[in-house]
């Protein structure tokens, strides 16, 4: 068996082993060199070369959790990894959404470019901060009816140029 045409076919396999396991692309890389270093060394030792993909995954693993449990010896790990693990899912679900949020905003500030300064404060501080009516005439020293009335013109306001800017 060419050690070279092993490392060549099962490196991507080894690679995705490694990295989910450590969720770092560097130390997964690492963690690969380590594993075919380990393999060269105890080649002779494979009984079925048809199951060197799954030997080879076996000694990644394994390389991969004695990395993660010595860097949490140390102290090198500040995360748990179903922490890590989280962040990482939710950074990928949300980058469509932010960026939804961030264009919808801009477009809300355009059409309110006119507003009065006090519509547009309480809009902010309605939409974007989500502070109840109550909270916003405590904060701006105002009636909280007149708080709630405005606000209600305000939203009809932006809903009407809204509904010209999405139906143009």
């Known amino acids: 068996m060419d050690f070279t045409t092993i490392y060549n076919v099962h490196y991507d396999r080894v690679f995705h082993v490694s990295f989910s396991l450590i969720r770092d692309r560097q130390l ?3 963690n690969v060199q380590e594993t075919f270093i380990k393999a060269y060394k105890k080649l002779d030792s494979l009984q079925e070369s048809d199951k060197v993909g799954a ?3 076996v ?3 394994r390389t991969a959790i004695d990395f993660i449990r010595r860097e949490k010896k140390i102290g090198g790990c500040p995360m748990e990894l179903d922490v890590l693990d989280s962040l990482g899912k939710e950074a990928r679900h949300n980058v469509a959404a932010e960026v939804e949020a961030k264009l919808l905003k ?3 500030d355009e059409k ?3 507003f009065t300064i006090e519509d ?3 809009l902010v501080l309605k939409m974007e901060k989500g502070l109840k009516e109550r909270e916003i005439a405590k904060a701006l020293e105002m009636n909280p009816a007149t708080v709630k009335s405005k606000i209600h013109r305000a939203r009809r306001k932006l ?3 809204m509904a010209v800017e999405l139906s143009a």
């Open 120 to 122: 547009k404060k309480l």
């Open 28 to 30: 997964a890389e690492d």
């Open 55 to 57: 030997w080879l995954c």
């Open 59 to 61: 000694i990644a693993t």
């Open 112 to 114: 309110m470019e006119d």
């Open 106 to 108: 801009e477009l809300l």
């Open 159 to 161: 809903k009407e140029r």
